[in-house]
Nanobody, 126 residues
Framework: QVQPVESGGQLVQAGGSLRLSCVASGRTFISHAMGWFRQAPGKEREFVAAINWSGSSTNYADFAKGRFTISRDNAKNTVYLQMNSLKPEDTAAYYC???????????????????WGQGTQVTVSS
């Protein structure tokens, strides 16, 4: 199993950028697909981005396309979420998740993920 731990969230002004990191412990990290989800207070959890085990395939929510980039460095057991052109509506707790399936059939579905981090808060001021 792997244990994801997110970091990098902070307060940022609208239009700014942040890079979130997720370090996932475990020797089998390379076999896992990884995803980012977010949840704002009073709102449902929503999919942000996902990447398959090798990094050869990615998936993005519509709101993230063209602004966010997911990547991974298997040698470092780390997945990243680069967020540009941030908007106030991006404010949320961001969660990193790992799937034992290296290429989930529906990588945007939370049910595909087995291990979850504690979350890191991103706040975008207007």
């Amino acid at each position: 199993q792997v244990q994801p731990v997110e970091s990098g969230g902070q307060l940022v002004q609208a239009g700014g950028s942040l890079r979130l990191s997720c370090v996932a412990s475990g020797r089998t990290f390379i076999s896992h697909a990884m995803g980012w989800f977010r949840q704002a207070p009073g709102k449902e959890r929503e999919f942000v981005a996902a990447i398959n085990w090798s990094g050869s395939s990615t998936n993005y929510a519509d709101f993230a396309k063209g602004r966010f980039t997911i990547s991974r460095d298997n040698a470092k057991n780390t997945v990243y979420l680069q967020m540009n052109s941030l908007k106030p509506e991006d404010t949320a707790a961001y969660y990193c998740a790992a799937s034992r399936n290296g290429s989930p059939r529906d990588s945007s579905g939370f049910w595909e993920y087995d291990y979850w981090g504690q979350g890191t808060q991103v706040t975008v001021s207007s």
